[in-house]
């Protein structure tokens, strides 16, 4: 979604679920809770209708009426290895880049369930 979180509208959200989006992946809880929001304007609501999962850990207060179905990224992790291949990097210029692949960690929660017609 180019443009930002206000950018996303219900007539978008419409569209896309009339197309036969049955989830999202939003970037942050931000966009999960304008996706929500959203959706019940249209008379949607998450998980019967759609599934929601976020990236990352949420950046607003905690709500402890949502259970966020996400992925948890290891920044922890990926700032020492950052600072560990730069250290690396600078001792030796002349090696080859590094690229490490961390793995995200999956976190069940309230906003995924199997679309409707898809088994028990």
């Known amino acids: 979604l180019e ?3 206000h950018k996303l509208t219900a007539a978008a959200l419409e569209q896309m679920l009339s197309r036969g989006a049955t989830a999202f992946l939003a970037e942050d809880d931000i966009l999960g ?3 929500l ?4 304007e249209l008379g949607l609501n998450c998980p019967a209708d759609f599934s929601l999962a976020v990236l990352g850990d949420p950046l607003s207060l905690f709500d402890p009426r949502r259970s966020w179905t996400s992925f948890q990224i290891p920044r922890r992790e990926m700032g020492m290895q950052a600072v560990q291949i ?3 990097r600078l001792s030796n210029p002349e090696s ?6 961390l793995p995200c960690t999956f976190v069940p929660g309230n906003t995924v369930a199997r679309p409707p017609g898809h088994g028990t």
Request: aromatic letters at 6%; glycine letters at 10%; a negative charge.
């Open 33 to 35: 809770y304008r996706l």
């Open 37 to 40: 929001d959203l959706a019940a």
């Open 3 to 5: 443009g930002g979180v």
């Open 86 to 88: 730069l250290t690396q």
């Open 96 to 101: 080859e880049p590094q690229q490490v692949t």
